[in-house]
Each structure stands twice: as C-alpha cells, then as structure tokens.
C-alpha cells in the first residue's frame, strides 16, 4: 500500500532537537495509539482524538530518509476499527499522528492483529526514528532494507508499474514469453508461411484500434484510416514489392513506383544519297515451261458469220488478148443443141458436162452476177476433234537468271521505333519472404 504521511507535532519536532541546538538527536518510538473516531490531524495536538488503545507490542524501522515502517500487533481478545494512529516517544510526548475516514483495519476478538504501515515524513529525517522491538518487524523490503515483498502477477509484470513488489523465476519466464519482442511498429521479416507471435502480415488488413492500441498509436491511419472509426489499416506490402529507405519522415507510408538509372536508347539508319536498290533472282540451270489446257471431252468448234441482209455477188475476170479456152463444169444441167461440143458423163444418176470454147475473141471481159439470196448467215462447221487436251510449249530459256531494279527513292532514312518491355515496377531479383508488424 502507499505510504502514509503523517503530521509532525510541534512537541515532537521539540523532541528531536539535540542538546546544543545544532541539529538532530534520535528518538525512540515505544507505543502506538489507534482511534476509530474520523478527525483532522493537526500539529498542535497533544493527544489522539478518541483513543481506544495504546499497543506497546511495535516494530519497524527507517526504509528511506524519509519513511519508516511501523508494525503493530495486537493478539488480545479485543475488538475495534482504527481509522487513526498516532506515535508515543518514550516520554509520553505526542510525536505524530495520521487519520482517514475509511477504515484502516478492523480488529476482531478471535484474531491477531498486525497493523503494517510506511509512514512518511515530508520534512523531517526518518532515519532518527528508532522503533521498539524487531523480532517481528513486517517492513516491505527495499534495494537497501530487508524485509517483506510481495509477489507480482505476470500482467504486473507486463504492465511494468510495480516498483515495490518481487517476481518469481516462473512468473518471469511467463512474462518473457508474453512480452512483445519487438517494438510497436517494427517490420520484422520471416521466412515462414505465417506472422511471427505478437506479429500481423502486411496485407493492408483493417483492424481494430482497441485491440492493437499500441500500434496505431504508432502508425495511426498512415496506410489507411480502415472504417474511420474502429479499425485502422496495416500497410501493404503487394507482391514483388520491396521497403525502401525513406530520407524525410514525412514520406513514410508513401509510394514510389522505383526508377533506374538515367539512359536513353539510341537507333538511327544513316543516311545515303540517291540511289537504287538491286534485286536478283538465281539462275535456274537449262529448263523448259510447260503448260497444258485440261481435257474436254468429246466436241466441236461451231463457228459462223453475222447475218449481212438482201446482196448480191457480181465482178468480172481481166481483159486477155491472146487465144484461150474456157472450161467449166456443170451438174445436173439440160443441154441444148447448137451449142460448143460437150461432153456428157453420168455417174450414179448424176449427169455431168464438161465443153470447151477454143479460138481467141479478142481482148475482152467475162462479167458474171449472181443473184441476191436474201438476209442469210455463212456457218462454218469445224469436225469433232475427239476427247483430247491442248499442250503449250515454251521454249527454253537456257541457263540464265532475272534481274529486277527497285526505283531510287533519293537521299532519305529510315525511322526505327524501339517498343516498351518489363513491368510495372523497377525490381530487383530475389527470395521471397513475409513482412510482419509488430503490435
């Protein structure tokens, strides 16, 4: 329990005066009086208001300069409640006393009493203070003092704020095992498949600000304000994605998507003045072309001449002076008599005629007419030629090759473009691994 500070009285600051005024003496305390009545302690007071016993049986001693551990015991048949104490010297003076409304302890008739207090002092020495007997002194034990500890629980431990009170081997191990190993915040990286104790994944996850307190405490809504309220968001750390050194606070939490070194891709075709380009085809060797026309069956060219309407045929033979003959055929023709000699031929019931006409008339003409056959077209017939194909041959070339000229575009070049490649982000190879944050 905290220390209990007590008023000095003026006598008992009268006490403590050496003989020669010059400073301190000690004096002993030999009996303590306890009150169940609420009052105010005052300096001026000579005895405890409301004394209900005065127990000589005490102990303590100084356990700083300015505390004193007082132990009382009681192991009468008597019941009562103290409220109040107050410290005896051995001359009966009124050296100090302490009151409080609540109840300090309450004394049964079946029970042993021990009333264990640290009084303080704020402006006197405590160490002059010497108490009774010690053979049952129940005073908390300090870095300099022996005494009784009590013992601290693993969340007491944890919490750190008890100075006063001693910690097993057990309760130690439990509170190592359970404090956070790392601090609030720091990135931790693992090579397993899941957090490390006391640990979450940077998954840009929501979670609770009461749970985590200690953490957000530490990083706030920096990588996410999560729902607003109750939960805040964890960084991210997206696949392939790496930490880098942040030179200005301000930036922690931002992203970069990365750079490389500057450089620029250079690609260009010179240019070259006017000109030509010269394509060869290889020579062949000795060969021949050889083409054919596909096969179609028995058939005929039919072939004729436009209709040229209502004509007729007339001309006339060249003037000849000399003697001559004429002679000409006939078929199927009546004769008559009195005319040039003729002779007559018959064969299969068709009569022919053949006559000559001798002895010159003279230089003269043979004119002729025949008559007009009205609109009429000339077929001509052309004979089957049988099922047959038409073979083209060409001839062959010899050994010899083609030569094929482009047309000269003039000075001029050539634009190259060079294409994007990679992703999104500049990264570095490596083994991938789990980033925690400790909570």
């Known amino acids: 329990m905290a220390g209990l500070t007590m008023i000095v009285t003026k006598a008992g600051r009268a006490a403590l005066v050496n003989a020669r005024s010059d400073g301190t003496k000690a004096v002993t305390v030999v009996s303590v009086g306890v009150t169940a009545q609420v009052f105010t302690p005052d300096p001026n007071m000579t005895t405890l208001p409301g004394e209900s016993k005065r127990l000589a049986t005490i102990s303590g001693g100084a356990t700083a300069p300015d505390t004193i551990h007082v132990t009382v015991r009681d192991d009468s048949s008597d019941a009562y409640d103290v409220r109040g104490i107050a410290l005896y010297l051995a001359d009966g003076t009124l050296f100090a006393l302490y009151g409080q409304s ?57 919490q750190g704020l008890e100075g006063d009170k001693a910690i097993t081997l057990t309760t130690l191990i439990h ?61 991210n750390l997206a696949e392939d994605v790496t930490v880098v050194h942040a030179g200005m606070p301000d930036k922690v939490g931002t992203f970069t998507g990365g750079s490389i070194l500057s450089h620029g891709h250079a690609a260009s075709v010179g240019a070259v003045t006017d000109h030509a380009h010269v394509i060869t085809v290889e020579a062949g060797g000795d060969h021949g072309h050889n083409a054919n026309t596909d096969a179609q069956g028995n058939h005929a060219h039919v072939t004729w001449t436009d209709a040229q309407g209502s ?32 002779n007559v031929l018959q064969t299969g019931g068709i009569v022919s005629a053949k006559w000559s006409t001798s002895g010159a008339s003279n230089d003269h003409y043979h004119g002729f007419v025949t008559d007009w056959q009205g609109i009429h077209a000339h077929n001509i017939g052309m004979s089957d030629a049988g099922n047959h194909a038409h073979n083209v041959f060409v001839a062959m070339g010899g050994n010899h090759s083609h030569v094929a000229n482009s047309q000269a575009a003039g000075g001029h070049t050539h634009p190259i473009t060079v294409n994007n490649t990679g992703s999104q982000y500049n990264l570095a190879a490596g083994v991938r691994m789990l980033a925690c944050i400790a909570y």
């Open 311 to 342: 004509h007729a045929h007339s001309g006339n033979t060249g003037g000849q002076s000399v003697d001559h003959s004429h002679q000409f055929e006939m078929r199927s023709m009546a004769l008559t008599s009195g005319g040039p000699s003729v």
């Open 102 to 158: 609540a109840v300090l302890v309450q004394k049964s008739a079946q029970a042993v009493m021990l009333l264990a207090t640290d009084t303080q002092f704020a402006d006197i020495d405590a160490t002059q203070l010497v108490l009774g007997d010690t053979d049952f002194q129940l005073n908390m034990a300090t870095e300099q003092t022996p005494g009784v500890v009590q013992l601290a629980a693993v969340e007491e431990v944890l």
């Open 175 to 235: 509170a190592l095992l359970a404090h956070p190993r790392y601090a609030s915040g720091q990135i931790v990286w693992t090579a397993g498949r899941r957090a490390l104790p006391g640990t979450l994944l940077c998954d840009g996850s929501a979670v609770s600000r009461v749970q985590f307190a200690n953490l957000f405490a530490e990083i706030g809504v920096t990588y996410g304000v999560g729902d607003g309220s109750s939960t805040f968001s964890l960084p």
